[in-house]
Every structure is written in structure tokens, then in C-alpha cells.
């Protein structure tokens, strides 16, 4: 089977409430590494993401998809109080542009 832990979203962080850096992994979560350097936290929590893996494929479960490999279609739907969704339109057309221009570009530096 193809090693899906080489695709995940990890990211390196310092925790001051630690006092070291904490490795995670965004399709899991629950997990994460403590570890004095940036290097080894992200070792640590690749080897913790590939047992969790190991384990999930031993109990017959399906592993969750890496981010970076799925697909998304650039759309997705947000509810907003309908005194708020007033406010954008208004302010989208005073700027001349469609209020899913102005959503996106709100998105984009946010």
C-alpha cells in the first residue's frame, strides 16, 4: 500500500506553554510531538502519523485522505445572518464587483 503519510499537512510550531516545538498532522488532529528542535518535532510527528496509519490499515479502517491529494471545486457555502449578507452586497456593489469577488477577496488576505 502507498505510504499517504508523506502527503499530509504537517506543521511545526513553538508552544511558549511547552517551552519546545509541537509537531501536528491536520488529517489527524489528535495528535502531535513534542520536541527541543523544529526538525525533530516534525520527524516525531511523521513517525506518530505513519503508526496511526499502520494501526488503522491492521483494524481494517481507510487512513483519511491527505489534503493536498483531494480535490475541491473552488466552491463552498457560508450562512450568514441575513443583516450581514445586506451589508456585503451593499459594499460589493459600491466597489462595482460581484459579492462573491468581494468574499473571496476578503478570504484571500485574511
Known amino acids: 500500500m502507498k505510504d499517504v503519510t508523506n502527503h499530509y499537512a504537517y506543521r511545526i510550531r513553538w508552544s511558549a506553554e511547552d517551552g519546545e516545538y509541537v509537531g501536528t498532522c491536520a488529517e489527524f488532529p489528535g495528535l502531535s510531538w513534542l520536541d527541543d528542535s523544529p526538525a525533530d518535532a516534525l520527524v516525531g510527528i511523521q513517525r ?38 445586506r451589508k456585503l452586497a451593499v459594499e460589493a456593489a459600491e466597489q462595482g464587483i460581484s459579492l462573491n469577488r468581494l468574499a473571496a477577496n476578503r478570504l484571500a488576505n485574511a
Do not use: C, K
Open 48 to 85: 506518530v502519523a505513519r503508526e496511526a496509519v499502520a494501526d488503522m490499515r491492521v483494524n481494517g479502517e481507510n487512513p483519511p485522505e491527505p489534503y493536498a491529494d483531494r480535490t475541491y471545486s473552488g466552491r463552498f457555502l457560508v450562512r450568514i445572518p441575513p443583516e450581514e449578507h
